[in-house]
């Protein structure tokens, strides 16, 4: 008899299930038994239906299985990605970008940053846009990478950081010879299916300010308020099916009142009138904020960056 951990009520659930083939023995001359696992679409007439990952439905007699439960579903196919493909499209943000290849890693420079024209809202811009994507294998001894790296910043005139996976062995590596973290920089990248988001957006809903819509090829910049008045911008860029979301701000006066999930559901609204189906940002860990509203848009946690500086490094 099957497990009490079965039974009609896991239906539309994901098992495992663990049967007894019939006129066979097992390696060591026992009974023989087969495991079949996917979702369980019917529990009825003394059958137990299964529907594999792929192939036909197997059909189990439910007094041939031996054990059985229910299992965590399967990851989505878009979380299953690395951290290194996820952050492989990044590229059109940011269009002015040098981009080196390293091995898997991308060394990032932006060649038209003005540091006395840029201000204080850069600082973002120039960790992102000016730091070695430090994710896969830089196809040489690491030591060697790293010296490539502070080579590369050096003859720029740019600081050495390179961007890596928080707690990984490049991260481990990285440190023993001498680069340190980057206080509060450290920040998840999280995706999102577009059309689960937008369905849970409401794009129909009245939304909380008016509306500009700027777009720039594979980029937008959608701003929020009535004309002459900013309340919030956001920007996206599309990267084959994949939308990446950055640089949602809004005003301090107009927080709280639904400015961001309209700019986030505009924003979602353009990438999948362009075709995108997985919707990727970046956010610091210290903004629990705002990791909140991309949560309940149904965005859900991929990775953690950590930007590490190279012994001589100064912001």
């Not at 903004?287 to 012994?311: I, K, V």
Request: aromatic residues 6%; neutral net charge; contains cysteine.
């Amino acid at each position: 008899m099957p497990s009490t951990a079965l039974g009609p009520h896991v239906v539309g659930s994901r098992i495992v299930v663990r049967r007894l083939v019939p006129g066979r023995k097992g390696p060591t001359g026992g009974p023989a038994f087969t495991d079949v696992l996917g979702v369980c679409t019917s529990w009825a007439d003394g059958l137990c239906v299964v529907q594999p990952a792929s192939g036909a439905p197997v059909a189990v007699p439910i007094e041939l299985i031996v054990s059985g439960k229910p299992v965590p579903p399967r990851p989505s196919v878009r979380l299953r990605v690395s951290a290194r493909q996820a952050e492989s499209h990044a590229g059109p943000i940011w269009p002015g970008v040098e981009r080196i290849g390293l091995g898997e890693w991308e060394l990032r420079t932006d060649r038209d940053y003005d540091p006395a024209a840029a201000g204080d809202g850069a600082r973002r811009l120039i960790k992102r846009a000016n730091s070695c994507l430090a994710l896969g294998d830089p196809g040489l001894d690491l030591s060697l990478a790293a010296q490539r790296v502070q080579a590369f910043y050096a003859e720029r005139g740019r600081p050495a950081l390179a961007q890596v996976e928080l707690d990984s062995p490049t991260e481990a590596a990285l440190r023993a010879l001498g680069w340190t973290p980057i206080e509060g920089a450290d920040a998840h990248l999280a995706l999102a299916s577009v059309s689960r988001a937008l369905r849970l957006a409401g794009v129909r809903r009245q939304p909380a300010a008016p509306l500009s819509v700027a777009v720039d090829g594979p980029r937008v910049v959608i701003t929020a308020g009535p004309a002459g008045e900013v309340w919030g911008t956001g920007e996206a860029a599309l990267d084959g099916d994949w939308l990446g979301i950055h640089q949602l701000a809004v005003s301090p006066d107009h927080r709280r009142r639904g400015v961001a999930w309209t700019l986030m559901a505009a924003l979602l609204e353009w990438g999948a009138e362009q075709g995108a189906r997985t919707a990727w940002l970046h956010v610091e860990t210290e903004n629990t904020g705002a990791f909140d509203l991309y949560e309940r848009l149904g965005f859900s946690h991929h990775h953690t960056l950590r930007y590490l500086g190279a012994p001589d490094f100064s912001a």
